[in-house]
């Protein structure tokens, strides 16, 4: 099978989330990825640990199907196995801190200098260029600045985070699709480039909805929130709403547990069957919600009905029972339902693997599928485990020239 990124070898400098998180699915895709550790390790290794002295699930779940290698970039050897590994690779990628890559000598420009069709792709928090750009950032900075936060919630409520990473993972995204891109402009021209993804850029890319509501503000109230938007110059917080031009709310099931809830899409070519359903035929002529206007202005008693309703069924019978009628649904699916569904599992996005120190554990799946793409999913690599590996194969050094740089503390503090 002849993978979509065969052929691709990715130096990967990135740690925590991220960089990982882009890394993991080019190599999923079937480019070979090394990564590129200092000798004490990507520091996720030891983050949130479950096992005692074992790489933690946070290292495992981002960093299945890579080489890993450890390389101290602080000694004239170690630098020298970095350049030599630029020689060799297609894509370096990074997210250190502003400024750390320059420090050791190695910016974009002498990068592509020893390397002119070698793309360097990389993260950070605010990008390179902007007020902002030598400030650090996290997830929730990402969410907070890139406005994420000031749309998640209740307005009556506090700014949230969403769970889902927008920020780390969200970034990850957008960079490999920019990896994507300047492979195939160098396929045409030969030549690298520099990719950069800003954390809060991505957030905002991942808002873009909320900028659209924030320019219809100008001109009037938004009637499909559910909170009067009369005096906002910004778009509100807007709990359950859809965020789209149907109505959608979550409404809660029996027997009325945390995640208890279906979420529903009130659409207007099923409103119909929908309110016979629910009320009979007094509902379907109820003026109230006889048209997708009067349902805008008194959707807070259409989610009452609907939710008296709900009060009767689980959240996966009222899901059977509604995709018969073709509504949009969906149960809150728990972390732990997931675990165990079905579809889930079908669709190999809990993949179980096992691991030589910590065992057995389940990793995310790949959510890209391609159809001659058929990259087994394999464990996370332990610090250091394909050091010799990858000198022996990708510099072609012999026994004596890896000792030598050994000895000169190339792969060691």
């Known amino acids: 099978m002849d993978n979509a990124l065969a052929g691709i070898r990715i130096l990967d400098m990135t740690h925590v989330q991220a960089g990982p998180t882009a890394s993991q699915l080019l190599a999923w895709l079937g480019a070979d990825v090394i990564k590129f550790e200092p000798p004490t390790g990507d520091i996720t290794r030891g983050q949130l640990r479950d096992v005692p002295g074992v790489d933690s699930l946070y290292f495992t779940m981002l960093n299945c199907n890579k080489r890993s290698i450890t390389v101290n970039m602080k000694s004239a050897a170690g630098k ?4 030599g590994l630029l020689q060799e690779c297609d894509v370096v990628m990074e997210n250190f801190g502003p400024g750390v890559l320059d420090r050791l000598g190695y910016n974009w420009e002498s990068i592509h200098a020893k ?3 070698i793309i360097m792709a990389s993260i950070k928090g605010f990008g390179s260029t902007g007020p902002y750009a030598e400030f650090k950032a996290y997830e929730n900075v990402a969410q907070a600045m890139g406005g994420s936060m000031s749309t998640t919630g209740f307005n009556d409520g506090p700014p949230l985070v969403t769970g889902a ?4 993972s969200g970034t990850g995204l957008h960079l490999a699709i920019g990896i994507l891109a300047a492979l195939q402009a160098r396929h045409r021209t030969g030549r690298g480039q520099f990719v950069e993804v800003a954390m809060m850029d991505a957030v905002m890319n991942l808002c873009r909805v909320k900028f659209r509501d924030h320019q219809r503000l100008t001109r009037g109230p938004l009637p499909e929130y559910s909170v009067s938007t009369a005096d906002c110059d910004a778009a509100p917080r807007s709990g359950n709403d859809s965020g789209g031009g149907q109505l959608g709310n979550a409404i ?5 547990g945390a995640n ?12 119909e069957a929908l309110a016979r359903r629910i009320g009979g035929d007094a509902l379907v002529q109820d003026p109230r919600f006889s048209t997708l206007a009067e349902r805008r202005k008194n959707q807070s008693q259409m989610w009452q009905l609907l939710e008296s309703f709900a009060a009767q069924y689980t959240k996966r019978e009222l899901m059977a029972l509604l995709n018969q009628l073709d509504v949009p649904c969906g149960p809150i ?3 732990q339902d997931l675990a165990q569904d079905e579809h889930v599992r079908l669709r190999d996005m809990y993949v179980p693997l096992d691991h030589p120190e910590r065992g057995s554990w389940h990793n995310v799946g790949m959510p890209i599928k ?3 793409n058929r990259v087994e999913i394999t464990r996370s690599p332990l610090l250091g485990e394909h050091t010799e590996e990858i000198l022996k194969e990708v510099l072609q050094w012999s026994p004596e020239t890896i000792e030598r740089h050994r000895q000169e503390g190339a ?3």
């Open 80 to 83: 020298a196995v970095f350049e």
């Open 115 to 117: 390397n002119p069709s």
């Open 165 to 168: 990473q927008i920020g780390d």
């Open 252 to 256: 809660r099931c029996k027997p009325g």
């Open 260 to 271: 208890d809830y279906i979420y529903v899409v009130v659409q207007e070519v099923v409103w």
């Open 333 to 335: 699916m728990s972390t």
């Open 370 to 372: 391609l159809s001659n």
């Open 411 to 413: 792969f060691t503090k």
